[in-house]
């Protein structure tokens, strides 16, 4: 058994049920080499904190902004998106812990963004059926709803793709071009990498779980490169 210990004193709750605790660092992968494995994946634990997080980020905002609704939505995207989970579980410690096969980990994924946003989303379903809603809240407010005030301060709810578009035609005149460079793994684990450039030159690149995922990747890495 992991020792989670670490990660509960850390968010100040300690769980009840261990097997769930564990669940939600079970990768599908990691089941195919241990097919007596006792416990589940994560996936439906993730599907569960997809929806709790949602709720849970909508009516904070709902409560606390009295923005329109277009612009509420822009918020809960960027709070939300893979990304911002990604960064939130490696900060969590989340890599030590995912449970992968060892052709996954020869690849590199503890640390791919989209396992550690999905086991970040299991953790918040997980949390939701241990301690309850009010727990799970709490984790949110904590970890992800802090992060809004720099969002909206640095435009980071906008997105990356209409602020690359922006600051090309305003710069150059011309729009982003993107290209996929590669479609790698199953079927259930696709991983697109893209290129975005603008006539010849290469903006940036940026790997993800779809070619709009990495579209979206690739115009992050061209602005971060741009607005240095």
């Known amino acids: 058994m992991i020792d989670f210990t670490p990660l509960e004193e850390r968010i ?10 564990q669940q939600v660092f079970i990768h599908r992968s990691y089941l195919n080499e241990h097919r007596a494995f006792p416990l589940e994946h994560n996936e439906r634990l993730e599907f569960l904190g997809d929806a709790v997080l949602e709720l849970i980020v909508t009516e904070h905002l709902y409560r606390h902004y009295p923005n329109p609704e277009g612009e509420l939505t822009t918020y809960r995207s960027a709070l939300v998106k893979g990304e911002t989970l990604a960064q939130i579980a490696v900060t969590l410690d989340f890599p030590n812990y995912l449970m992968v096969s060892k052709g996954e980990e ?10 550690m946003a999905n086991a970040l989303e299991a953790f918040i379903g997980a949390l939701h059926l241990d301690g309850g ?25 906008i997105d990356p793709k209409s602020r690359l578009q922006e600051y090309t035609q305003e710069h150059f005149g011309i729009t982003p071009h993107y290209d996929v460079l590669s479609e790698t793994g199953p079927d ?26 990495g579209q979206v990747a690739a115009a992050t890495s061209a602005l971060e490169e741009l607005l240095k």
């Open 133 to 157: 809603y009010a727990i799970a809240e709490q984790f949110i407010h904590e970890n992800v709803l802090s992060m809004l005030e720099n969002i909206i301060a640095n435009n980071l709810h």
């Open 12 to 21: 100040g709750y300690s769980f009840k049920d261990r097997d769930l605790l």
């Open 106 to 115: 020869k690849s590199g994924g503890r640390t791919k963004a989209y396992l």
């Open 188 to 213: 259930h684990a696709k991983e697109f990498t893209v290129l975005v450039r603008i006539n010849d030159r290469e903006l940036g690149r940026g790997v993800g779980n779809s070619k709009q995922a």
